[in-house]
């Protein structure tokens, strides 16, 4: 008779050393919130902060065995993101740590591939004690690295008491596999302090996003775009980049970088997205000449130059898929107690201001534009100056005459046939575009034959049968569906440009009626 065997514990236990190199590196791609996302270096507080305790699985798992460490610890160190309203001195202690680590373990700073920095508030320029930069860096690493690269972050760590920013700089021009980052500035009047002098590799990058107004004050001092040129010339191969509230914020500011050449050109990059009080935007658009994504906002100025489509966006005619046009931030539109025709109001006089009757009547047509499938416009910027002729909403004879100086032929003939989704914002004449939409549904088929989403954003709600009318004409006249909603107004938004980093995306209120 045989002895049936005999299992002991340790035969019969689990472990997770003696899993495959394969399912171990994929569980630990599930615990790195870089490997699950796209853009890690975009995500709000609400997602950063859970994505911290799966790091700390990830830390404990490192201190397993040599082996774990060997597979988890690279992961671990893909993505640093220092959160917007953390304490200075823990942020600092924090990013020193993660720095004196990638100095001291080569394979391990090419492992990570996102940075997100930020300001820190009101303690953006607070320095750390010699004491207490000492505690972090007790060997000299960080002076060490900064002596090696050279450039002005040599001569920054040597003269000057070192400052967060000194810290992060350090971090971008030593972690040369870094393909995504978010790096929020303000205007640095030193000149050995500030970034203009770059001259640091950053080839791999490939997402770059500057954060700019945090708390929707115009007088708050930002970055310029001007400032990131040496950075800019140093990412060849950059593919995105968001340049929010870019223009310093300040008079002074603007004035300084006034008459300063955009004399850079971005040859790899296929998104744009910027905003600011920039005298001439076109020119930073036209030295991108492989643009497939565009977003600008103009924000009504009338020292600003608009944008001409035919003058400054020729070169982009068989690559642009996605343009995007706003007219206006919103941002003044929030305030509490605003009511939608109020603020409508407020946009039309914006308008007259800026675009008097008779002046800059520009309607631009899109036909030429052979693959663009996404126009995202203001109803101020896709129709021209046409609203400032006498239009007034105090008086109900003006809707009559705006529509008369509109025809349906003046909005569908400068829509490309490769259409497929059309966003209206900021709508400040209802019957013009409620006649022209109308007008659409039964030219779909021969005109824009691939047209599949209407979006309309409005101040005031539409009468409701013309609202439902143009719902059901499109649905049923040409398949199209159409979404009415209202304005997002907040004192962080873009107008129809998408939210800057760290913002949740806002969800527009659809308009009902009871």
């Known amino acids: 008779m045989e002895t049936p065997l005999r299992t002991t514990r340790q035969d019969a236990g689990f472990s997770f050393d003696a899993l495959p190199t394969e ?31 799966d790091q700390l699985v990830l830390a404990r798992l490192s201190q397993c065995s040599k082996r774990l460490r060997g597979i988890a610890q690279p992961v671990l160190f893909h993505w640093y993101h220092g959160l917007e309203k953390e304490d200075y001195h823990i942020q600092f202690n924090r990013l020193a740590a993660f720095v004196r680590a990638t100095i001291q373990a080569p394979r391990l700073a090419k492992s990570v591939r996102a940075l997100a920095f930020y300001k820190y508030g009101d303690n953006a320029g ?35 008491i070192p400052t967060i920013d000194s810290l992060q700089e350090l971090a971008m021009a030593t972690l040369l596999s870094i393909t995504q980052l978010c790096l929020q500035r303000t205007f640095v009047e030193t000149p050995e302090k500030n ?27 930002t970055y310029h775009i001007q400032e990131a040129k040496a950075l800019l010339r140093h990412a060849p191969n950059l593919r995105t980049l968001v340049a929010a509230e870019c223009t ?25 997205s910027i905003d600011g009080y920039l005298d001439n935007p076109a020119i930073i658009v036209r030295s991108c000449p492989s643009l497939e994504d565009l977003e600008i906002l ?22 642009l898929r996605r343009l995007c046009c706003s007219a206006t931030a919103h941002k003044g539109l929030g305030a509490a107690g605003r009511s ?60 009559d005459r705006s529509l008369r100086v509109t025809t349906p032929e003046d909005l569908l003939s400068r829509l490309p046939p490769s259409l497929q ?17 109308l007008a659409l549904a039964h030219q779909r088929e021969s005109q824009f034959p691939v047209l599949e989403t209407v979006v309309i954003e409005v101040f005031v709600a539409p009468p409701e049968e013309e609202h439902q009318n143009l719902v059901d004409t499109l649905r049923s006249v040409a398949g199209v569906t159409v979404s009415i909603c209202y304005v997002a107004r907040s004192l962080v938004s873009r107008g129809l440009l998408s939210l800057g980093p760290g913002h949740a995306p806002v969800v527009p209120k659809p308009v009902v009626y009871s």
């Open 340 to 399: 939608g025709e109020s603020a409508r109001n407020e946009i039309l006089r914006l308008v007259e201001f800026c675009h008097p009757a008779g002046e800059n009547a520009l309607k631009p047509s899109f036909v030429a534009f052979a693959v663009l499938e996404e126009l995202e416009m203001d109803q101020s910027l896709l129709y021209g100056a046409v609203f400032s002729a006498g239009l007034d909403w105090d008086h109900p004879e003006a809707e």
């Open 421 to 437: 989704r059309l966003r209206v914002g900021c709508i400040i004449c209802w019957p013009v575009l409620y006649r022209d939409l």
């Open 298 to 319: 103009h924000d009504y100025d009338p020292f600003q130059r608009p944008i001409n489509e035919e003058r400054d966006l020729n070169h982009l005619r068989g690559t």
């Open 23 to 53: 399912i171990i590196n994929h569980i630990c791609c599930f615990l790195c919130l870089h490997c699950q996302i796209d853009i890690v270096v975009d995500a709000t507080s609400a997602v950063v902060v859970p994505a911290f305790q």
């Open 248 to 272: 310093g914020g300040q008079t002074s500011i603007l004035q300084k970088f006034r008459r300063t050449p955009w004399d850079i050109a971005l040859l790899s990059l296929r998104k744009l």
């Open 126 to 160: 607070l320095t750390i004690s010699p004491t207490g930069v000492n505690r972090q860096d007790p060997g000299g690493l960080f002076q060490a690295a900064a002596a090696k690269l050279g450039g002005y972050l040599q001569d920054k760590w040597t003269r000057f």
């Open 195 to 221: 970034w203009v002098h770059w001259s640091y590799d950053m080839s791999s990058l490939t997402y770059l996003a500057f954060v700019g107004n945090r708390h929707g004050l115009w007088c708050e001092t």
